[in-house]
């Protein structure tokens, strides 16, 4: 059974958006669809000793449908910003300088100014110090047809996808039937019951990026992601 995951790009994601990866022999990036703002497309939190910090990419919305591959980063120095402010929030973590040259060098010498871009890098990259094997494509290269859920369908078809694994959200929107009729099954993402690991200050939060548990538990954060049990 060969399983399919579609989602846009984050950047520097959380935990469950691995672990969604990891959970699939295909996960597609999704980035056809217009560009939210106050959304994860161009920020995520770090857990810093005054609690969640929000860390940004400044980007520009020329159009109201503007999709996400069609963003534009703002400035020219976020990269630059976003290391020293993720080096000063954990630059005392246990195993800081376990992953500190290959992150310092993919920030600072960041070539690309569309968002898309600099979030596959980034996903990439972790999947890569987690250990994640699956195959990391982008949408466009499938070129699908249809509407918002069609075209989900129509991905997993293209893939020879039988199970198409998605997030709890989506079941406000996502019309099984067309999944069933197409004979392919949905698995839906529990995101509840993580085990929390050792953060660098109390109060415990669940939801920052990737780089949190990465920082802090090293070669142990495998442990603390359900798709590796």
């Excluded at 295909?26 to 920020?43: L, M, S």
Aim: one cysteine or more; a neutral charge; charged letters at 25%.
């Amino acid at each position: 059974m060969k399983k399919i995951a579609i989602s846009q790009s984050n950047y520097i994601p959380w935990k469950g958006y691995f672990d969604m990866i990891n959970s699939v022999d295909v996960f597609v990036i999704y980035d056809e669809v217009q560009y939210t703002k106050n959304d994860w497309r161009n920020r995520n939190l770090l857990k810093t000793k005054k609690g969640v910090e929000w860390i940004t990419i400044p980007v520009k919305q020329a159009k109201l449908d503007q999709t996400i591959d069609e963003t534009f980063v703002a400035t020219t120095n976020w990269n630059i910003k976003h290391w020293k402010m993720i080096q000063a929030t954990y630059g005392k973590a246990s195993y800081f300088n376990k992953y500190k040259v290959e992150l310092e060098s993919l920030y600072l010498n960041m070539n690309t100014n569309l968002l898309s871009e600099i979030n596959f890098i980034f996903i990439q990259l972790i999947c890569r110090l987690l250990g994640i094997s699956t195959e990391l494509i982008n949408s466009r290269d499938l070129n699908l047809e249809g509407d918002r859920v069609t075209r989900l369908v129509d991905a997993c078809k293209k893939l020879n996808g039988d199970i198409y694994v998605s997030g709890p959200t989506a079941k406000n929107y996502l019309e099984e039937e067309l999944f069933t009729s197409n004979n392919i099954s949905i698995k839906w993402m529990d995101y509840s019951g993580y085990k929390e690991y050792n953060q660098m200050s109390l109060p415990f939060v669940h939801t920052v990026s990737i780089l949190d548990l990465l920082f802090n538990e090293g070669n142990d954060s495998k442990k603390y992601l359900k798709s590796f049990i």
